[in-house]
């Protein structure tokens, strides 16, 4: 479908235009993966997950999901300095990466979908737990390889005019 295709090519820029900015590290896509229409929406399972929501002209959000020690390692290259657990300012750096990217999406989105809010980051960590998310959400997740390792950015959404097309 031409407009997941479009997001993905958001996320991607998105990300790319980050590393660029505040990391110091190689950047390489992977492959794009779709909701089939069919499948309920299930969040991503990882070790470390940021949420930035949306509201307004769009609904739904975005996750930057990583292994612990890739979310680890973003988080030591973004702040300048080495940090041993996830937890206090290397959660804030993680979290604050995924809310750049949700800004670059926010502002590709909003050509088409007017305007569009942010909640703050939301940090889940672990293995054990769960997030309820409405089973209608459609999602478009795009992997990445760093030198950090691999990772994943998923924009997930509701719009009424999108199930339309």
């Given amino acids: 479908m031409l407009l997941k295709t479009e997001f993905a090519e958001m996320i991607k820029a998105a990300v790319h235009e980050m590393f660029s900015a505040y990391l110091v590290m190689q950047l390489d896509n992977g492959p794009t993966v779709n909701k089939k229409d069919e499948d309920i929406y299930r969040p991503p399972s990882s070790e470390v997950t940021v949420v930035v929501n949306y509201s307004g002209g769009i609904n739904g959000g975005i996750h930057l999901a990583a292994p612990l ?8 290259s973004f702040a300048g300095e080495n940090f041993d657990s996830i937890c206090g300012e290397a959660g804030d750096g993680f979290g604050e990466l995924a809310n750049i990217i949700a800004g670059g999406v926010q502002t590709r989105l909003g ?8 909640t703050p980051p939301t940090l889940v960590t672990g293995t054990d737990y769960r997030m309820q998310y409405k089973s209608n959400f459609d999602s478009v997740k795009q992997y990445f390889k760093c030198d950090a390792g691999l990772f994943f950015v998923e924009f997930f959404f509701y719009v009424q005019q999108f199930k339309g097309r």
């Fill in 111 to 118: 050509k088409g979908f007017g305007n569009i809010n942010l």
């Fill in 69 to 76: 020690h890739v979310a680890m390692e973003l988080a030591s």
